[in-house]
């Protein structure tokens, strides 16, 4: 079945410092991208999407490339600040219920 | 755009009550809802899918029995918790999808059950 695998937290990073992480699917057909944020204590935001290949989704700094060659679709920040710490989840959309497939969460911890 | 509320947002409840969440689409009409349910540091366990004026369909290993879900209208989907248990306790989340995006669904902000 469809399936998303990111990497596992929790990254800790200073201030200003570049951010990456990982995410790799398995899906079938061609589904759309996904990230969401989730900041401690509330629901998930969404935070950015590619619908089809060679996409670029982009949202407040954030960017992240559909690469269907690689299966793959990592979130990618030059600059982080402290109030970007929080858990940032993949995910996949796909097949005829388009219900969401998560990741398992990366919690990101930005020191001053 | 594209708000959704949930209500309430933590409730403490004492074992074998029922509790009732409800998770309403503030500004668009949405088709569809999804319950999930978020364990600590863990991911979203979607539990069910619910369609305005059908039946929710669960997922595999969820009570139907004991998570009823009713979707009344296009803008109100409501979970109870039936005969609560602690083992009940954890974070649930709803979250809503219009006819315009079938891809795209946004998230209520959550409600922490705690079962005593």
């Known amino acids: 079945g469809d399936s998303v695998t990111q990497m596992e937290g929790p990254v800790t990073l200073s201030e200003e410092a570049f951010l990456t992480i990982n995410c790799t699917y398995t899906a079938t057909g061609y589904p759309s991208l996904f990230w969401y944020v989730q900041y401690p204590g509330e629901g998930l935001q969404l935070l950015l999407k590619?619908?089809?290949?060679?996409d670029k989704g982009s949202n407040k700094g954030f960017e992240a490339t559909y690469r269907k060659e690689t299966t793959s679709f990592h979130l990618e920040k030059g600059s982080v600040q402290v109030s970007d710490s929080a858990v940032y989840f993949c995910?996949?959309?796909?097949?005829?219920?388009?219900?969401?497939?998560f990741g398992t969460g990366t919690l990101l911890a930005v020191q001053p | 755009g594209a708000v959704v509320s949930q209500h309430p947002s933590r409730v403490i409840c004492k074992s074998g009550t029922s509790v009732k969440i409800e998770c309403r689409s503030l500004?668009?009409?949405?088709?569809?809802m999804f319950w999930y349910r978020q364990f600590p540091k863990k991911s979203l366990m979607l539990m069910a899918t619910s369609n305005e004026g059908s039946k929710a369909t669960y997922e595999q290993g969820v009570e139907k029995d004991k998570f009823l879900i009713n979707h009344a209208s296009l803008t109100l989907s409501t979970l109870t918790v039936t005969s609560a248990h602690p083992e009940d306790s954890s974070f649930y989340i709803c979250?809503?999808?219009?006819?315009?995006?079938?891809?795209?669904?946004?998230f209520g902000p959550g409600t922490r059950l705690l079962v005593l």
């Open positions: 979250s809503a999808r219009h006819s315009g995006s079938q891809e795209t669904q946004y």
């Open positions: 995910a996949l959309s796909g097949g005829a219920t388009n219900k969401l497939i």
């Open positions: 590619a619908t089809k290949a060679d």
């Open positions: 500004d668009f009409q949405a088709t569809t």
